[in-house]
């Protein structure tokens, strides 16, 4: 989060003083319900799989951005991006199937409805705000909030545990992390104020096959032949909405 708030306030430090209270209000509620995604997501994964928790919070949480789409922001799509939105939730389901027999507890299985409501919630409070507002400032002021409620719950719970060693540790995955969040939620935030919210949060959800990937090579974790057939499946659909 520091990372994420640091390249906001640099690259777009112009835009600073330009806040209004749309700005303000949206850059809250998303900067605290981002944190509590981020926070409810790391806890998770220490007792599910990458390639089972994402997948299976991501198809649900696109099945109601789609829906929150037509409702809230009465998106008109054409036939072909309709059958490429749903081909992407025939591809993300057929990429969980098998995950269908895991057993969850019901502590986890909180944590991934948690992690549904936030994930759905973010894009919504996003769409709101490429839309009021300033999207540059958005995000300085998002990251900062998303920053404060962090540092308060770690504050909270974690400050018995932490020390300077650990804080040493965490500085290269925190980058890395901060990173590559900052740039694909700028990308994100550019393509919820250019398209429609249903279309653009599909093809978002599409990052769980790149997680597939990803986690077949740093972690070992299994890229079998039907993932690969649903990732050329996943291309397929993007190709649809594009033509639509």
């Known amino acids: 989060m520091l990372i994420q708030f640091l390249f ?116 919504i409070i996003q769409k709101f705000g490429v839309d009021t507002g300033d999207i540059y400032n958005l995000q300085i002021y998002q990251y900062f909030i998303g920053l404060l409620l962090v540092g308060i719950l770690m504050f909270i719970f974690e400050r018995k545990k932490y020390n300077l060693e650990k804080f040493k540790l965490s500085i290269k995955s925190g980058f890395l992390i901060g990173s590559f969040a900052f740039f694909g939620g700028f990308a994100l935030l550019i393509a919820l104020s250019k398209g429609p919210f249903s279309l653009i949060t599909s093809i978002h959800s599409l990052y769980i096959l790149i997680t597939a990937i990803i986690a077949f090579f740093m972690f070992n974790e299994e890229l ?12 397929i659909a993007v190709l649809l909405m594009r033509l639509g």
């Open 224 to 235: 079998t032949l039907k993932k690969i057939l649903l990732i050329c499946l996943a291309i």
């Open 8 to 123: 906001a306030f640099i690259l777009f430090f112009s835009h600073f003083n330009l806040i209004s209270w749309n700005v303000f209000l949206y850059a809250s509620l998303w900067g605290s319900s981002y944190a509590l995604l981020t926070l409810l997501q790391m806890h998770a994964l220490h007792y599910v799989e990458t390639n089972t928790l994402f997948p299976i919070t991501s198809v649900s949480a696109l099945t109601v951005s789609v829906i929150a789409g037509y409702f809230l922001f009465g998106d008109i799509l054409s036939y072909l991006q309709i059958l490429g939105i749903l081909l992407v939730i025939l591809t993300v389901f057929l990429f969980v199937y098998k995950s269908s027999k895991i057993k969850w507890s019901k502590y986890v299985l909180l944590f991934g409805l948690g992690i549904i409501f936030f994930s759905t919630f973010n894009k």
